[in-house]
């Protein structure tokens, strides 16, 4: 698994660039990523464009991921909303022949999506993923980032609990991750949906 930073986050009105790399590097041993990048592309100002879309492409084509998860397309933020649009497009340029981009051509097998913690918003999902087991290690994840979340901890803690509860609650579970799919989820072995 590995996770990529569109941006560095900077200008944010808390942190510094230093201690933001070093929690979000924190956060990434912490889910257990085997590597964590950052493209640089400018945050506040952050556009679906071809340079973008050709920065995330070769990330594709090299890694080669089975599986993308990208932001969903409802954000207040309009960074957000750019991200979402990359992830999608970076897709199709991954698959480009006749390219100066490094790598084969590569086209991610699925693409989800998933809402911001600050979304408010009820959404139908595409499905609800299990986390209960993985739900503490999302929780001290997202607490690694402590210049950007200390001061609120309680409330996010708060906010993120009762979410998962909601989604879980809906698939018999503890706690519940939405995710959605801009194209039908494909199902390759029926019995794997059963529960254990």
Same mark, same amino acid.
């Given at each position: 698994?590995?996770?990529?930073?569109?941006? !560095?986050?900077?200008? +944010?009105?808390?942190?510094? #660039?230093?201690?933001?790399?070093?929690? &979000?590097?924190?956060? &990434?041993?912490?889910? @257990?990523? %085997?590597?964590?990048?950052?493209? @640089?592309?400018?945050?506040?100002?952050?556009?679906? +464009? =071809?340079?973008?879309?050709? %920065?995330?492409?070769?990330?594709?084509?090299?890694? *080669?991921?089975?599986?993308?998860? @990208?932001? $969903?397309?409802? !954000?207040?933020?309009?960074?957000?909303?750019?991200?979402?649009?990359?992830?999608?497009? &970076?897709?199709?340029?991954?698959?480009?022949?006749?390219?100066?981009?490094? @790598?084969? #051509?590569?086209?991610?097998?699925?693409?989800?999506?998933?809402?911001?913690?600050?979304?408010?918003?009820?959404?139908?999902?595409?499905?609800?993923? !299990?986390?209960?087991? %993985?739900?503490? *290690?999302?929780?001290?994840? =997202?607490?690694?980032?402590?210049?950007?979340?200390?001061?609120?901890?309680?409330?996010?803690?708060?906010?993120?609990?009762?979410?998962?509860?909601?989604?879980?609650?809906?698939?018999?579970? %503890?706690?519940?991750?939405?995710?959605?799919?801009?194209?039908?989820?494909?199902?390759?072995? #029926?019995?794997? $949906?059963?529960?254990?």
């Amino acid at each position: 698994m590995g996770i990529v930073d569109l941006t !560095d986050g900077e200008p +944010t009105p808390y942190g510094d #660039p230093q201690t933001r790399r070093k929690e &979000a590097q924190q956060a &990434a041993e912490i889910l @257990g990523a %085997a590597q964590r990048l950052t493209l @640089g592309l400018p945050n506040r100002y952050l556009r679906d +464009t =071809v340079e973008a879309r050709r %920065a995330l492409a070769e990330v594709y084509r090299t890694l *080669r991921p089975m599986v993308v998860f @990208g932001l $969903l397309p409802q !954000d207040q933020h309009p960074d957000h909303l750019a991200a979402a649009e990359i992830a999608l497009n &970076a897709r199709f340029y991954a698959k480009l022949t006749k390219t100066d981009m490094p @790598g084969d #051509p590569y086209y991610p097998p699925l693409l989800f999506r998933y809402a911001t913690s600050h979304l408010r918003r009820v959404l139908l999902p595409s499905a609800v993923v !299990d986390i209960s087991s %993985a739900f503490q *290690r999302k929780l001290k994840a =997202v607490l690694a980032y402590q210049s950007q979340f200390g001061w609120r901890k309680e409330e996010l803690v708060d906010r993120l609990t009762t979410t998962a509860k909601f989604y879980g609650g809906k698939i018999g579970v %503890a706690y519940g991750e939405p995710i959605f799919s801009p194209e039908e989820l494909p199902i390759w072995d #029926p019995v794997h $949906l059963l529960p254990p």
